[in-house]
């Protein structure tokens, strides 16, 4: 079974053909990264415009290089949710557009789903459920013990930003480019992660064991960086900053995930989202080696119409449909955590 999968959440223009749900027969992704980056961030407006004129174009070269036509395709998937409205609602109103057309089914998803469902697509041996999801994304950051590929349990989460966001901000404190996620993360191999010691959240006790906090780094990193560099001869190096934050950065996620490892006892932990391209957790994470950490490749960690399609195979088979009178949203409620 062939499925269309959409995705214009942010700022990628992406979609893909996905055979049975793990087959990737094609995966476009059409970046606005320039038209966003003179901003140093992603711009709603010009998100949405540029969907709009892209979207045709990314959909029929997805279609081109899996070698299908319009008529192949046996369902459409498209995220509608998190995201920003405007953007969603291109994707949307495209998929409702080509799912009418063509009288096939029409599937809403989740975009963080999707994302935990990433590391599944070309893989003949997906980790069995349950296991740790880690999705760290420029929106998210969550720990959860994943049941089924649509039921996830949040135990912990970001109290304030994202680590992603993090990422971003810090670089564009710095004016180190844009997006911050990657350019720190290649600068920072070149830096001494020793340099500075940035404070640690202190968030390691009781119901918040496994949250995190991004915003007291992201501010002593961007405010007070002085205030913690360990070697204070000589000028303050962009490439120390990138290294010292980034571990920094790290670390806060990987105490609160260990601290699930020891008290959920699943080892295996699948990660997803644009921040699990990170090579320093890919590092510090192959370093465990009582732990099965599952990363997708590359291409498939940031924004991609292939995770979309892939979940939206799960749904199909087990039989459920959108009407096509869904809508977008831009926030989901699931995702916060129950406090007891
Ligand atoms: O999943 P994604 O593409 O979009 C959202 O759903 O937010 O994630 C984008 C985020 C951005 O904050 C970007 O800076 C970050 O992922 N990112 C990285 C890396 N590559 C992308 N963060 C750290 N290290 C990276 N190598
Ligand atoms: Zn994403």
């Not at 063509?102 to 789903?113: F, K, T």
């Not at 962009?238 to 609160?256: G, V, W």
Request: hydrophobic share 40%; with cysteine.
């Amino acid at each position: 079974m062939k499925i269309l999968g959409i995705e214009t959440s942010c700022d990628e223009c992406a979609a893909a053909v996905v055979e049975d749900g793990r087959q990737v027969l094609s995966n476009v992704v059409a970046t606005q990264v320039p038209f966003h980056a003179p901003y140093n961030g992603v711009v709603p407006e010009i998100a949405s415009r540029k969907h709009t004129e892209w979207i045709y174009d990314v959909v029929k070269e997805a279609l081109h290089k899996a070698g299908v036509a319009p008529k192949d395709i046996d369902a459409v998937a498209v995220t509608n949710r998190p995201g920003l409205l405007g953007s969603l609602l291109v994707g949307v109103s495209f998929a409702k557009a080509f799912a009418w057309a063509r009288n096939i089914p029409l599937i809403a998803i989740d975009h963080m789903m999707a994302h935990l469902y990433a590391s599944r697509l070309n893989n003949d041996t997906p980790p069995a459920y349950p296991f740790l999801g880690l999705l760290v994304s420029g929106g998210h950051t969550i720990i959860c013990r994943a049941n089924n590929f649509d039921d996830i349990t949040v135990l912990g989460t970001t109290i304030d930003d994202a680590i992603g966001e993090a990422f971003d901000k810090v670089a564009k404190h710095y004016d180190f480019g844009y997006p911050g996620g990657a350019v720190i993360d290649r600068m920072a191999q070149n830096g001494d992660s020793e340099a500075f010691r940035f404070p640690l959240p202190s968030l390691h006790k009781g119901s918040h064991r496994y949250d995190v906090s991004y915003s007291g780094l992201k501010n002593a990193v961007i405010n007070q960086s002085e205030q913690f560099r360990i070697k204070k001869d000589g000028a303050i190096k962009p490439d120390d900053i990138a290294a010292s934050f980034q571990k920094t950065a790290i670390e806060t996620l990987l105490r609160a995930l260990f601290n699930a490892v020891e008290d959920s006892n699943l080892t295996t932990i699948v990660a997803g989202g644009g921040v699990a391209a990170n090579s320093y957790l890919r590092a510090s994470l192959a370093e465990r080696q009582v732990l099965h950490c599952i990363f997708p490749p590359p291409e498939f960690c940031g924004d991609n119409g292939a995770m979309i399609a892939g979940i939206a195979y799960q749904y199909l088979i087990r039989g459920d449909r959108s009407p096509l009178s869904i809508t977008a949203s831009a926030r989901v409620d699931g995702f916060k955590k129950k406090y007891p």
